[in-house]
């Protein structure tokens, strides 16, 4: 038992021997492929995976998140230590994701909403109504589209039949209240504004 004992010992001490010798031939492999350099490409991929999670998570931009883990990749890559493939597949499985995603067209849509909201200003409760401004207005339209050899003033005529046929019109004894008084119309528009 002793033998055994002192046999284990030694081989301990050669373990621990050979340790120690490959720790440092680790270090100066590091060293050689760029020690401080590889540090900051490792440093730079942390912050651009950081970065990509907030892009993605707080603003919902896959469009940069998918750039900056693009970035990440590239710089794990460069830093040539090959303890980060499994970092490196990882990020590929995601940025396959993200790509797989359907691209949105953000700046026509907020586009389309500024013009639903400049439209919200010319909405008016009695909109349906034909006002004699408008009459006016319809009327030197037909002036407009006769001289093109359109009719709209008979056009606008059997519109306007049809819509006399569409509908009735009931008298009763009192007068029938307002479907959205004027005092919540504007809160009716700011909401939609909103």
């Known amino acids: ?9 030694e081989e301990r001490a050669s373990m621990r021997q050979q ?11 590091r060293q050689r492929l760029g020690g401080e350099k590889s540090q900051w490409r490792v440093a730079e991929a942390e912050y ?4 990509a999670n907030q892009r993605l998570r707080l603003a919902g931009d896959p469009a940069t998140a998918l750039e900056a ?3 990440a990749d590239e710089r794990l890559r460069d830093s040539g230590d090959p303890g980060w493939s499994g970092v490196r597949k990882t990020l590929a499985r995601e940025m396959a994701e993200l790509q ?7 700046a026509g849509l907020y586009a389309r909403l500024g ?3 400049q439209r919200l200003d010319q909405l008016t409760p009695g909109q349906g109504v034909l006002t004699p401004s408008a009459h006016a207005a319809a009327a030197q339209a037909g002036e407009a589209g006769q001289a ?4 709209l003033q ?7 039949e049809g819509f006399k046929s569409l509908v009735v019109v009931r008298h009763h004894e009192r007068p029938v209240a307002a479907m959205l008084p004027p005092s919540q119309g504007y809160f009716l528009v700011q909401n939609l504004r909103l």
């Open 154 to 160: 008979r056009l606008w005529h059997d519109l306007w």
């Open 100 to 106: 797989a995603l359907p691209q949105v067209d953000q």
């Open 115 to 117: 013009a639903l909201e």
């Open 19 to 29: 340790g120690r010798q490959m720790d440092r031939s680790l270090a100066e492999m």
């Open 48 to 51: 651009l995976l950081s970065l």
């Open 69 to 71: 883990l693009t970035g």
């Open 1 to 9: 038992m002793a033998r055994q004992r002192q046999r284990l010992e």
């Open 148 to 151: 093109e050899g359109f009719d």
